[in-house]
């Protein structure tokens, strides 16, 4: 039984749902999406995303026509495997068809690029055994937020700062007090102007630090 949090970006709220591995995720269609598919090889219980992906997902898919195979969707910060602002980490980022034949994979390809669906669709040349595309907020690394925030990239700097012991009093996609206060005291032992705002300053300088440490004794489950 896995823990979904999803951002419904229509409402500006959190959802909390509980999905065994084999269901549909939130918002799915058709169960084109399972939590196990969307987890893929991360080893969390918990995950979270956007209700904004999940819909691009079910217009994507339809578009496509057919079944599509997932080998990366989901990962916690402190897992790693990708880039210190991968959106991998927000939840809105897929690498697929790693089963298909080049041809197949660039038809895919120039599908996702042209349906206008999805904010990024990977280049070829950065990822030529799979296909990339992603429902990003903003242009390149991630969005600031501050207090009064709710979202999927709360959840990550939520992840992030617990993971490194920084205390934001749980993992709920929504940017209180004691997130404001984890940020702060962040800021102030890295250098940083203290403002309790993650910026892209601030941004870049946590996740370099969370990025593929691994599970520690802090992380919230």
């Given at each position: 039984?896995?823990?979904?949090?999803?951002?419904?970006?229509?409402?500006?709220?959190m959802?909390?749902?509980?999905?065994?591995?084999?269901e549909?995720?939130?918002?799915?269609?058709?169960?084109?999406?399972?939590?196990?598919?969307?987890?893929?090889?991360?080893?969390?219980?918990?995950?979270?995303?956007?209700?904004?992906?999940?819909?691009?997902?079910?217009?994507?898919?339809?578009?496509?026509?057919?079944?599509?195979?997932?080998?990366f969707?989901?990962k916690?910060?402190?897992?790693?495997?990708?880039?210190?602002?991968?959106?991998h980490y927000?939840?809105?980022?897929?690498?697929?068809?790693?089963?298909?034949?080049?041809?197949?994979?660039?038809?895919?390809?120039?599908?996702?690029?042209?349906?206008?669906?999805?904010?990024?669709?990977?280049p070829?040349?950065?990822t030529?055994?799979?296909?990339h595309?992603?429902?990003?907020?903003?242009?390149?690394?991630?969005?600031?937020?501050?207090?009064?925030?709710?979202?999927?990239?709360v959840?990550?700097a939520?992840?992030?700062l617990n993971?490194?012991?920084?205390?934001?009093?749980g993992?709920?996609?929504?940017?209180?007090?004691?997130?404001?206060?984890a940020?702060?005291?962040f800021?102030?032992?890295?250098?940083?102007?203290?403002?309790?705002?993650?910026?892209?300053?601030?941004?870049?300088?946590?996740?370099?630090?969370?990025?593929?440490?691994g599970?520690?004794?802090?992380?919230?489950?």
């Amino acid at each position: 039984m896995a823990k979904i949090l999803v951002y419904n970006n229509q409402a500006n709220r959190m959802e909390t749902y509980y999905r065994g591995l084999s269901e549909a995720m939130p918002y799915i269609t058709n169960r084109t999406l399972t939590v196990r598919e969307f987890r893929s090889n991360s080893n969390t219980n918990i995950v979270w995303t956007s209700r904004n992906t999940m819909n691009s997902w079910n217009r994507f898919r339809t578009l496509y026509g057919r079944s599509i195979y997932v080998g990366f969707a989901f990962k916690r910060p402190w897992e790693g495997g990708h880039a210190n602002q991968s959106q991998h980490y927000a939840g809105v980022a897929f690498d697929v068809g790693q089963n298909l034949s080049s041809a197949d994979r660039l038809a895919m390809r120039n599908l996702a690029a042209s349906s206008g669906i999805w904010r990024y669709v990977e280049p070829i040349n950065l990822t030529p055994r799979w296909v990339h595309f992603d429902d990003r907020t903003t242009a390149a690394g991630y969005p600031t937020v501050r207090y009064g925030s709710k979202g999927n990239y709360v959840c990550v700097a939520q992840d992030s700062l617990n993971a490194l012991g920084l205390a934001t009093g749980g993992l709920d996609g929504v940017f209180g007090t004691n997130t404001r206060n984890a940020v702060l005291t962040f800021q102030s032992r890295n250098g940083l102007s203290a403002d309790g705002i993650l910026g892209p300053n601030t941004w870049s300088r946590l996740m370099s630090q969370v990025n593929g440490i691994g599970k520690t004794g802090t992380v919230v489950n």
